[in-house]
Nanobody
Framework: QVQLVESGGGLVQAGGSLRLSCAAS????????MGWYRQAPGKQRELVAA???????NYSESVKGRFTISRDIAKNTVYLQMNSLKPEDTAVYYC?????????WGQGTQVTVSS
């Protein structure tokens, strides 16, 4: 019943920007921790950024200063603004909603950064 739908992925040159969106349904969005994860070929899925119900932010060290997570409560949508993209950022990006012990995932959106 819970659905997370990502959008905004694509192909971009190094140094460019993308904005990912995740629209959530069937949850009270504002009380869940929302996060973005990514999985590159041959690697484990890793946390990129998260925002808690209280608005606290967490970022992977590799994206600090370049990526920003935010949410629009009225639209039930969480965003990931990605600036200064690097080829190493290439991965499938997944939206996550967490309310321990429950965890839901979106289908993912591909981000490819060319050299």
């Amino acid at each position: 019943q819970v659905q997370l739908v990502e959008s905004g992925g694509g192909l971009v040159q190094a140094g460019g920007s993308l904005r990912l969106s995740c629209a959530a349904s069937r949850i009270i969005f504002s009380i869940w921790t929302m996060g973005w994860y990514r999985q590159a070929p041959g690697k484990q899925r890793e946390l990129v950024a998260a925002i808690t119900r209280g608005g606290n932010l967490n970022y992977s060290e590799s994206v600090k200063g370049r990526f920003t997570i935010s949410r629009d409560i009225a639209k039930n949508t969480v965003y990931l603004q990605m600036n200064s993209l690097k080829p190493e950022d290439t991965a499938v990006y997944y939206c996550n909603a967490d309310h321990n012990p429950l965890k839901y995932w979106g289908q993912g959106t591909q981000v490819t950064v060319s050299s």
